[in-house]
């Protein structure tokens, strides 16, 4: 009697993830148009740290990963946590909001190309047919406004590093695999979240300093903490309970909501009407990742979502 109110519990907070994602892709723009990228960072990531640090603390296991590890680990902060959200950061504030939540959809295929590449995943037609359909969408959505086929064009560099946050995600799963079998998603996530975050402090400590903070808006604080607090702490933990419950394939499904959440509150909120051929590209990448976990070789070991639920093995 108690399994349905558990599973509905599991199935709203999920939803509420994909909701959190989708909403925070519009949230960024809105403080990045009064606050530089580098401060931003230096500002929300803390926020996360500490989140999950409280977190943590409810887990048993280990405080520091293993010696042998320990390079390991922090190469993977610095991939996961600094290089890939610079790109993300700059790239989001070049490009639009719906942009690139479509574009960073994209990290499970990657995922799957590297992961058949290093020999943790069995090259199916399947899998390759919903790589060549998902990178097909993504060329609809990058040429679907017409300045982006002009060299330079508005969203051209955006969209371009949107695309290589991704396969930053993409390297930091496939790479933090081991360990993060050995030690849990949780435990991982908040260790290399903790390597990048005094790092994006730093890069961004300059640009907070040159900021006047007392003109930010109140609206400006709110989305700080939505995207540091929310995003990351509160959306992480609730990630990791679908996971525990009901495994990484059926948890992935609600990471499709996600680019569709971002494209409606950025078309709703911020006034980026997608053409046509957007609209379709977002279906076509939307098959193409379906097709692809859909054929996913049995067995396989693999954490599938996107976004950081591209960190979504289990939790232990």
């Not at 199935?11 to 959190?20: E, F, N, Q, R």
């Not at 977190?55 to 993977?76: A, E, K, N, Q």
């Not at 998902?134 to 508005?154: P, Y």
Request: charged residues 10%.
């Amino acid at each position: 009697m108690n399994d349905q109110p558990e599973g509905i519990a599991t199935d709203v907070g999920l939803v509420s993830v994909a909701l959190i994602w989708g909403v925070n892709f519009a949230v960024m723009k809105v403080v990045l148009a009064e606050i530089d990228p580098l401060a931003l960072n230096a500002l929300r990531f803390p926020l996360a740290a500490v989140a999950l640090a409280i977190v943590l603390r409810r887990f048993p296991g280990p405080t520091l990963p293993d010696p042998s590890d320990r390079i390991r680990v922090l190469s993977l902060g610095l991939v996961g946590n600094v290089a890939y959200q610079l790109c993300f950061i700059f790239g989001l504030d070049w490009t639009l909001a719906g942009n690139a939540s479509l574009l960073l959809a994209t990290t499970p295929t990657w995922t799957l190309v590297l992961s058949i590449a290093v020999g943790h995943e069995r090259a199916t037609i399947g899998a390759i047919l919903g790589v060549v359909v998902t990178l097909s969408g993504v060329a609809m959505v990058v040429l679907g406004r017409g300045d982006a086929l002009a060299v330079g064009g508005e969203t051209l560099a955006g969209d371009a590093l949107m695309l290589v946050a991704a396969v930053l995600w993409a390297f930091y799963t496939v790479a933090g695999r081991g360990p993060a079998l050995r030690y849990g998603s949780l435990r991982m996530t908040s260790w290399t979240l903790w390597v990048g975050t005094p790092v994006l402090v730093l890069l961004g400590a300059p640009s907070v300093a040159a900021a006047n903070l007392s003109e930010v808006s109140a609206g400006a604080w709110v989305g700080i903490v939505y995207a540091g607090l929310l995003s990351i702490g509160v959306a992480y933990v609730l990630w990791y309970r679908g996971v525990r419950r009901l495994g990484n394939s059926r948890t992935a499904v609600y990471s499709n909501l996600v680019p569709v959440t971002a494209l409606l509150v950025a078309w709703l909120w911020l006034g980026e009407v997608p053409t046509p051929l957007q609209l379709s590209g977002a279906a076509v990448i939307l098959a193409g990742l379906t097709l692809a976990r859909v054929a996913q070789s049995p067995g396989s070991s693999l954490p599938w979502a996107s976004i950081p639920a591209a960190r979504s093995d289990e939790v232990n």
